[in-house]
């Protein structure tokens, strides 16, 4: 057993198409490490914490989610 093996994966998904929409918000408090992204053709994810950009993915397609950051608050 590892050290996250008691968490459950997320995925971070958006199955709406709205062309009212530029911008949505995960409702979600917390993504786990090893959730999936998955993003649908004609859309970006942009990852922010703290008010900084954390990444950015411009390719369609479904992501591993591996990174924590290491800064303490």
Do not use: H
Not at 34 to 40: A, D, V
Request: aromatic share 16%; charged share 30%.
């Amino acid at each position: 057993m590892g050290l996250f093996s008691g968490q459950l994966s997320n995925v971070v998904e958006w199955k709406e198409y709205r062309d009212d929409v530029i911008f949505w918000k995960w409702s979600n408090d917390e993504i786990k490490k090893g959730s999936r992204l998955i993003i649908r053709p004609g859309q970006d994810a942009i990852f922010m914490y703290n008010g900084k950009i954390e990444g950015i993915f411009k390719d369609e397609g479904s992501f591993c989610l591996l990174y924590t950051s290491d800064a303490a608050d």
